[in-house]
């Protein structure tokens, strides 16, 4: 049974065949969205994936002297995929750095409160930024309103991505009216 690294990856491959270096860079953008990987982390997997039968290789030529491999999911990957999806799914622990920082706030002084939010709120605003470029890229795709397509997934997954950030900027901002009120 793959690990999640591994389904990441067999997702990843459904939708194009890739090398190992596109996996790595696909992991970044849009998966590191909400799932991350190392570079070094996808080749030991897409060994143990294609170890078990669930991905397989054509050798193409590669950027340098020696020809590199492109992957693809095997039937039997499509299937462990498919299976994983619709799985049930336990509650997973929540470990976010960033909100066990602001749940501490109270031991600063509110001007660098503030100012650790406000560095928040940034980064939410850059990643809604980012949401919304994706978004608009998928705009007038018809596979976007499609069930059955990549393009629909990645849609709903960005609009999710969206209403979280949007969300986390309201919070922001309730969080420096309050450092910011009078007292």
């Known amino acids: 049974m793959p690990s999640d ?3 990441a990856l067999l997702g990843l491959l459904a939708r194009r065949p890739s090398t190992g270096y596109e996996l790595a860079r696909r992991m970044q953008r849009p998966v590191g969205f909400f799932w991350t990987a190392g570079h070094s982390q996808v080749y030991p997997e897409l060994a143990r994936l294609e170890d078990d039968g669930l991905v397989e290789h054509d050798e193409v030529p590669g950027r340098g002297p ?3 491999k492109r992957y693809r999911p095997t039937a039997a990957g499509l ?6 999806v619709v799985a049930d799914l336990a509650p997973q622990p929540v470990r976010d750095l960033e909100v066990l920082r602001l749940w501490s706030l109270w031991v600063v002084e509110p001007e660098a409160a503030a ?3 406000e560095r928040v709120r940034a980064g939410h605003a ?3 930024a980012a949401y919304e470029a994706d978004l608009a890229s998928l705009a007038g795709d018809p596979a976007a309103l499609e069930p059955d397509s990549p393009a629909f997934a990645s849609r709903l997954t960005l609009e999710g991505g969206r209403l979280t950030r949007r969300a986390a900027l309201e919070w922001c901002d309730l969080m420096l009216a309050e450092l910011r009120r009078p007292r």
């Open 5 to 7: 690294l591994g389904y």
């Open 66 to 68: 020696l020809p590199t």
């Open 79 to 84: 299937d462990a995929l498919r299976t994983w």
């Open 115 to 117: 100012g650790l939010v």
């Open 126 to 128: 850059e990643r809604l």
